[in-house]
């Protein structure tokens, strides 16, 4: 059974920064592609970043452009999204799915999540 576990979740300061990891466990996490998530309160879950299996070609939302880095390092089987100049509005529970090969811009393509890590941007 495909397992994930994200961590590295936390209060932050506005303008601060935060690594999530994304660990795998019963699967080689190279043969996915890795999305990240996020859920704030009374919104939809949304589509933060993604990097696919093959050329490891990443994705961003526009939200996160330029603040947010995805990668992954196939030895130690994690995927780390790696947050800076973090916002209020960027405050949520982060998931990280995975789904065979290739990015999707929907999360009903993913079908393995982890139980998510919370991120709370606030002074």
């Known amino acids: 059974q495909l397992q994930l576990v994200e961590s590295g979740g936390g209060l932050v300061q506005p303008g601060g920064s935060l690594r999530l990891s994304c660990a795998a466990s019963?699967?080689?996490?190279?043969?996915?592609?890795i999305g990240w998530f996020r859920q704030a309160p009374g919104k939809e879950r949304e589509g933060v970043s993604c990097?696919?299996?093959?050329?490891?070609?990443?994705y961003y939302a526009d939200s996160v452009k330029g603040r947010f880095t995805i990668s992954r390092d196939n030895a130690k089987n994690t995927v780390y999204l790696q947050m800076y100049s973090l916002k209020p509005e960027d405050t949520a529970v982060y998931y990280c799915?995975?789904?065979?090969?290739?990015?999707?811009?929907?999360?009903?393509?993913?079908?393995?999540w982890g139980q998510g890590t919370q991120v709370t941007v606030s002074s």
């Open positions: 799915a995975a789904r065979e090969h290739y990015c999707s811009a929907s999360r009903a393509n993913f079908a393995s």
């Open positions: 019963g699967f080689t996490l190279d043969y996915y592609a």
């Open positions: 990097i696919s299996r093959y050329d490891g070609s990443t």
